[in-house]
T-cell receptor
Framework: GENVEQHPSTLSVQEGDSAVIKCTYS??????FPWYKQELGKGPQLIID?????GEKKDQRIAVTLNKTAKHFSLHITETQPEDSAVYFC??????????FGKGTRLSVIA | SAVISQKPSRDICQRGTSLTIQCQVD?????MFWYRQQPGQSLTLIAT?????????ESGFVIDKFPISRPNLTFSTLTVSNMSPEDSSIYLC????????????FGNGTRLTVT
């Protein structure tokens, strides 16, 4: 089955700086890679996703890049703001399992 | 995307008791799933809730411990049976994933503490 590795586990950045979170996956057949943001007391919320037919996708300050050859994908947040502070999860599908999740990255944006 | 409501949002339970968690979706959905998130950890799939038939459980999860119902396309329940402190987790209902390369959407979860 799929194995998703995520790093770093914690990340602190100054407000306005960029944050990058990286994930690797093991199943070369995987072709869908979402990112979720989980704020305290809430469920994970989908913030961006990418399919294997593209290498990059942007949505305002958030972008995701995918390297299928190396089997890794990354989340980029530019011009970080305090409200970006949360736990971020990457994920990938695995066989009949809808999504396998990475262990999460706790992002702290320091004002 | 679908609006997913879970009840209760949190509970504190005595060991040995059982708790039933409800998940209500505001539209009909084909696929519903239950995930567990242990404190400070990632999300692990418990089972797929199948409408009109028995749930499909992942390795390490059994029906006797986590019975699931799915009477229709908008509602499901997860029961955590004979609870122990190790069952203290967030239990999350999710929908979607019915089409290839489609996202999952989550409710806000049920925060369970077993004492």
């Amino acid at each position: 089955g799929e194995n998703v590795e995520q790093h770093p586990s914690t990340l602190s950045v100054q407000e306005g700086d960029s944050a990058v979170i990286k994930c690797t996956y093991s199943d070369s057949a995987s072709n869908y890679f979402p990112w979720y943001k989980q704020e305290l007391g809430k469920g994970p919320q989908l913030i961006i996703d990418i399919r294997s037919n593209v290498g990059e996708k942007k949505d305002q300050r958030i972008a995701v890049t995918l390297n299928k050859t190396a089997k890794h994908f990354s989340l980029h947040i530019t011009e970080t703001q305090p409200e970006d502070s949360a736990v971020y999860f990457c994920a990938a599908p695995s066989g009949n399992t809808p999504l396998v999740f990475g262990k999460g990255t706790r992002l702290s944006v320091i004002a | 995307s679908a609006v997913i409501s879970q009840k209760p949002s949190r509970d504190i339970c005595q060991r040995g008791t059982s708790l039933t968690i409800q998940c209500q979706v505001d539209s009909q959905v084909t696929m519903m799933f239950w995930y567990r998130q242990q404190p400070g950890q990632s999300l692990t799939l418990i089972a797929t809730a199948n409408q009109g038939s028995e749930a499909t459980y992942e390795s390490g999860f059994v029906i006797d411990k986590f019975p699931i119902s799915r009477p229709n396309l908008t509602f499901s329940t997860l029961t955590v049976s004979n609870m122990s402190p190790e069952d203290s987790s967030i239990y999350l209902c999710s929908v979607g994933g019915g089409e290839p390369n489609s996202p999952l959407h989550f409710g806000n979860g049920t925060r369970l503490t077993v004492t």
